[in-house]
């Protein structure tokens, strides 16, 4: 009913219009300021973090939730995969980036109740353009990065970027004492708002430019990722179970926030150590038969191009196996830019459904290959069009063989489908599991791998960087 309703009213068409005038965005606003006097504006008394950024948000929320928690205090995390409360872990199934007005003020009003006055916490842009936010007292902001995304909704990227920005304007005008920012600094937007903005507590991070928290010295494997990081002087050394140097970022914003607020980094990283990962950014599953599988959440160009390249880069002599496709009534732009980085870095495609929505599922996939089509395939690569999920998951079992690497990217954790006729359970992960175990494979043990492996990183790192006795000693106690 949803589905025809949105095509009986053009919605694809209207809804640009309707957000931009005045009696929506009025109607937003009352709400947020009637959400808030509700639940007794409890934001005042929270410490509260807010990251956003188009990729890494939802890692950088956990990650920081895991230190402040093991730490500090009981804290209250909300991102687009979890909710976590304490040492209490929820799906968030809401299948939205940040909460619904009344949803989020009653969350914060409980646990204030409970003595929670740590939150760190998710914005998407759509929300934050859509004033959301209002009468929510944020302290510190995060910017993790900005690439092509939601320009189906914002127009371009400017306006992208405008959105992102409110959240900083939001700690600015907080009425609080102190106002905390913190920015990727490898992104072209940072300079221009911190020169902007007089935070009192501003921190940077880079894994390229000089920052006050800087990575280098970057050995990534497909188990796990050892990392230097500079700060003030001093050098740190960490191992993490994430894999990629974009999780090493993700992680420089989270100890960004540890070091404005005086937590030790040392502390911090022990903490990150333990931390295995975030449902559907780079889960995965290994077999008996050698072949690694991954389900990651990478739905944009930027996002899907980190992924594969760093999958690429590890594969040695065998294949890179892809699955991916791009959801309906959003960012048709991005479509034919997904296709060719598919193509680019794997050896076989298999371009599939993600949320058709109400867009025809068979246009969605004809702009994926749209340029694929008029340009030269390689004769070492091949490239298959299989509508139905289920069955491009089927198909890239079938083809794997040992050592091949295979990603499941765009449905990440989400277990719904939209299609074109109706909303139906599926996840991913669980859907990749029951195939392989119908196609007879033996899976491994992957939080005992996955230690295993860590426990040889580490000890082959300890042995290289002899010079860093901060990593020796952290290790052995």
């Known amino acids: 009913m949803k589905n025809f309703i949105k095509k009986l009213i053009a919605y694809d068409k209207t809804y640009n219009f309707i957000k931009e005038s005045f009696v929506y965005q009025?109607?937003?606003?009352?709400?947020?300021k009637l959400a808030n006097s509700l639940y007794n504006n409890p934001s005042?008394?929270?410490f509260i973090i807010w990251i956003t950024g188009t990729n890494g948000k939802t890692t950088t929320v956990n990650i920081l939730h895991k230190i402040l928690n093991d730490n500090i205090a009981p804290t209250l995390a909300i991102s687009t995969a979890l909710i976590k409360i304490w040492g209490e872990t929820l799906e968030n199934n809401k299948k939205m980036t940040s909460l619904d007005n009344f949803d989020l003020q009653q969350l914060l009003s409980t646990w204030r109740v409970n003595n929670c006055k740590l939150a760190v916490l998710e914005a998407s842009s759509q929300w934050l353009d859509q004033a959301r936010f209002e009468w929510i007292k944020f302290d510190f902001a995060v910017l993790t990065n900005i690439t092509m995304d939601h320009l189906d909704y914002h127009g371009d990227m400017e306006h992208y970027a405008e959105a992102k920005k409110k959240l900083f304007t939001y700690v600015m005008k907080n009425g609080k004492d102190i106002k905390y920012a913190s920015m990727n600094i490898d992104d072209k937007y940072w300079f221009k708002w911190f020169q902007e903005m007089a935070f009192d507590h501003k921190a940077s991070f880079s894994l390229?430019?000089?920052s006050i928290i800087k990575a280098t010295k970057i050995e990534e494997s497909l188990e796990g990722t050892y990392f230097e990081l500079s700060y003030l002087g001093q050098k740190y050394s960490g191992v993490t179970q994430l894999i990629g140097s974009y999780n090493v970022l993700n992680i420089l914003a989270a100890i960004s926030v540890c070091a404005e607020i005086w937590l030790d980094l040392n502390v911090a990283l022990k903490s990150i150590e333990g931390f295995?990962?975030?449902p559907g950014r780079m889960e995965w599953i290994y077999t008996a038969d050698q072949i690694k599988y991954f389900v990651d959440f990478a739905h944009t160009p930027d996002g899907l191009e980190k992924t594969l390249s760093f999958a690429a880069g590890h594969k040695k002599e065998w294949r890179l196996i892809t699955v991916c496709g791009a959801p309906g009534n959003r960012d048709k732009e991005k479509r034919p830019l997904m296709g060719d980085i598919a193509l680019k870095y794997s050896d076989f495609v298999i371009f599939t459904d993600d949320d058709p929505d109400t867009e025809n599922r068979l246009k969605i996939l004809n702009d994926m290959t749209a340029n694929l089509k008029t340009s030269w395939i390689p004769a070492d690569k091949e490239v298959f069009i299989i509508p139905?999920?289920?069955y491009a998951l089927q198909l890239a079992i079938e083809i794997a063989k040992p050592w091949d690497i295979v990603i499941l990217a765009g449905k990440w954790h989400e277990n719904i489908q939209i299609t074109n006729f109706w909303k139906r359970p599926r996840n991913?992960?669980?859907?990749?599991?029951?195939?392989?175990?119908?196609?007879g494979k033996?899976?491994?043990?992957t939080p005992a791998v996955k230690l295993h492996y860590l426990s040889e990183l580490k000890s082959q790192y300890s042995s290289q960087h002899l010079n860093s006795a901060t990593f020796l000693s952290q290790w052995q106690n």
């Open 26 to 32: 009025l109607y937003k606003k009352y709400r947020a």
């Open 44 to 46: 005042a008394d929270f």
């Open 208 to 210: 390229i430019n000089s």
């Open 276 to 278: 295995e990962w975030v």
């Open 388 to 390: 139905e999920r289920n």
């Open 428 to 439: 991913d992960k669980k859907n990749l599991t029951e195939l392989l175990i119908l196609s």
């Open 442 to 445: 033996q899976l491994l043990n």
